[in-house]
């Protein structure tokens, strides 16, 4: 089965086509390296949660609009060798492609899939 890694964060609204552009030189790389597919959804029907929702995850603030992305590549081996070589690539570096949004709210992980319908 393939492995997924999954983002959320809280992106200022005022930057949705920042992140779109950031996004899209994103893409290509995440590719190169082995991916098979990135998904990027910008948030429009994100329900407040009384316990847990999205929203609170990534602490938004009333100006926020929350993004959920996913990564997916073929095996972990796979994706854990593509991150090396993200990390190591001279887009990836500071200042290269600022990230719009406050990397310290975003949630990642990467997952086993179990099912895919």
Avoid at 5 to 15: H, L, Q
Avoid at 91 to 115: C, H, S, T
């Amino acid at each position: 089965m393939s492995y997924v890694d999954g983002f959320v964060a809280a992106v200022p609204t005022a930057n949705k086509e920042a992140y779109r552009a950031h996004a899209a030189l994103m893409a290509p790389l995440f590719k190169e390296c082995g991916a098979l597919s990135v998904v990027e959804c910008w948030g429009d029907d994100v329900p407040e949660g009384k316990l847990t929702s999205f929203t609170m995850a990534v602490k938004r603030e009333e100006h926020e609009s929350v993004v959920f992305s996913w990564v997916t590549w073929p095996s972990r081996q796979v994706r854990d060798a593509g991150w090396a070589r993200m990390m190591a690539d001279p887009r990836m570096q500071p200042g290269q492609n600022p990230m719009p949004f406050d990397g310290k709210r975003l949630i990642y992980g990467g997952f086993e899939m179990m099912m895919s319908v």
